[in-house]
């Protein structure tokens, strides 16, 4: 939503760099991981997502990272582009339910 | 958007009125959340269903509440609007595998 970016650590990046954004998650039971992406006046969108037992999974100009050792999940997004500029949230998961990390946002200038 | 759709998108309303959300999803899924979304908070979540019927408190549950009297539609009520419920509220569904959230588009609730 709005004013969802407001406190937010920030990453401000050139058009055309790689991105890595950081969550240190807190339950080391959590058997899912999810990355989403919050546009301003949006709801979150999924990006990607890896489960426990993978340390990386790729997607399209994606790749989350998971180190369970620290407690540990990044997102990088390779030739980070304009569209790209939004909060980022990663998410953790035990049974049914998720939780939020607070978010970071990122800002892409041309 | 996964077929979901949340109304009002925008209120006002004053302090110690009732007001009710809606959630509605077109995709005959099982497991609906409501969530709320304020600065240096993130998402949270208030209350979630995992079936007609059947609810489960969220992490910020207490002076909200929640029915689900069939498969697409999930309903929160403020029994008495506070302004500590003004917030950004979203609902998601889950596309039947276990984790995947999908969300609506938010409804901005601003209780004066």
């Known amino acids: 939503g709005e004013n969802v970016g407001l406190h937010l650590p920030t990453l401000s990046v050139q058009e055309g760099d790689n991105s890595i954004i950081n969550c240190a998650y807190s339950?080391?039971?959590?058997?899912?991981f999810i990355w989403y992406k919050q546009e301003s006046g949006k709801g979150p969108q999924f990006i990607i997502d890896?489960?426990?037992?993978?340390d990386k999974r790729q997607g399209q100009r994606v790749t989350v990272l998971l180190n369970k050792t620290v407690k540990h999940l990044s997102l990088q997004i390779a030739a980070t582009q304009p569209g790209d500029s939004a909060v980022y949230f990663c998410?953790?998961?035990?049974?049914?339910?998720?939780?939020f990390g607070k978010g970071t946002m990122l800002l892409v200038s041309p | 958007d996964a077929g979901i759709t949340q109304s009002p998108r925008h209120k006002v309303t004053e302090t110690g009125t009732p007001v009710t959300l809606r959630c509605h999803q077109t995709?005959?899924?099982?497991?609906m959340y409501w969530y709320r979304q304020d600065p240096g908070h993130g998402l949270r979540l208030i209350h979630y269903?995992?079936?007609?019927?059947?609810?489960d408190k969220g992490e910020v549950s207490d002076g909200y509440s929640v029915s689900r009297s069939k498969t697409e539609d999930f309903l929160l009520t403020l029994e008495s609007a506070t302004s500590s419920q003004t917030s950004v509220y979203f609902c998601?569904?889950?596309?039947?595998?276990?984790?995947?959230?999908?969300f609506g588009p938010g409804t901005r609730l601003t209780v004066t």
């Open positions: 998410a953790e998961s035990q049974y049914s339910t998720l939780t």
């Open positions: 339950n080391s039971a959590s058997d899912y």
């Open positions: 890896i489960r426990s037992n993978m």
């Open positions: 995709e005959n899924h099982r497991y």
């Open positions: 269903s995992y079936g007609v019927k059947d609810t």
């Open positions: 998601a569904i889950n596309l039947g595998g276990a984790y995947e959230q999908y």
